[in-house]
Structures are given as structure tokens and as C-alpha cells.
């Protein structure tokens, strides 16, 4: 059984920065990971993937430049550093892993993924 965990959510000003952290348990090194996030009222979004061997990145244009996401395979672990933070990427923020070690076409389909984390929230005040 995997488990998936998120950290390093919080509240910060504009133009700040947070990092989010993702901790599995399980035989997880084989897997493509990815981010979401979903605001008050709207779809959940993708925000990035990232192979399993770190190689292949693909992000949603809203945080290209932004955000850089990154992995341990060791620690089985993935971050998000988010910079440059807007009041519009205030949402819940979802670790997501999909049993497969690539990133699909449709990665920014939240259909790509198997398991989930039960979110952090973060905020980001004007």
C-alpha cells in the first residue's frame, strides 16, 4: 500500500516563496510524480510532472519560471519550490503519483494519477 504525505504549506505575502514537500512510503522509486492544486470553487489543475528519473519535467504555463519541482528517489520524497508567489496560486496543493515511469501526454489530467495526499493548503496574501 502507498501512502502519501504533503508538508510545508502556510500563508505568505507576494512575491514570497514556499516549499512543498512529498513523502511516500511503499515501492515507489519507479513512479512519475506530479502536483495539483485546486482553488475555492474551480477544477483541480496540474501544476507539474516529473518522471521517474527526474529527467522529463513538464509544467502548466501559469508557474513556468516560477515553481521548479525536484526528487529523491533515495528518500522517496518530491518537492515543489514555488517563488514569485501570486495571490492566484492560493489553492490546496495535492501530491499526486501515477504507476508508470513516464509522464503521458495527458499529465495534466488528474486521470494520469493513482494515488493521492490529502493536500496543504497555502495562501498567499496580497
Known amino acids: 500500500q502507498v501512502q502519501v504525505d504533503e508538508s510545508g504549506g502556510g500563508v505568505v505575502q507576494a512575491g514570497g516563496s514556499l516549499r512543498l514537500s512529498c513523502t511516500t512510503s511503499?515501492?515507489?522509486?519507479?513512479?512519475?510524480r506530479g502536483w495539483f492544486r485546486q482553488a475555492p470553487g474551480k477544477e483541480r489543475e496540474a501544476v507539474p510532472c516529473?518522471?521517474?528519473?527526474?529527467?522529463?519535467?513538464y509544467y502548466d504555463d501559469s508557474v513556468r519560471g516560477r515553481f521548479t519541482v525536484s526528487r529523491d528517489n533515495a528518500k522517496n520524497t518530491h518537492d515543489l519550490q514555488m517563488s514569485g508567489l501570486k495571490p492566484e496560486d492560493t489553492a490546496t496543493y495535492y501530491c499526486?503519483?501515477?504507476?508508470?515511469?513516464?509522464?503521458?501526454?495527458?499529465?495534466?489530467?488528474?486521470?494520469?494519477?493513482?494515488?493521492w495526499g490529502q493536500g496543504t493548503q497555502v495562501t498567499v496574501s496580497p
Open positions: 511503499g515501492r515507489t522509486v519507479h513512479y512519475a
Open positions: 516529473i518522471s521517474a528519473s527526474g529527467v522529463t519535467i
Open positions: 499526486a503519483m501515477r504507476r508508470e515511469t513516464y509522464c503521458p501526454g495527458y499529465w495534466f489530467s488528474s486521470d494520469a494519477y493513482h494515488y
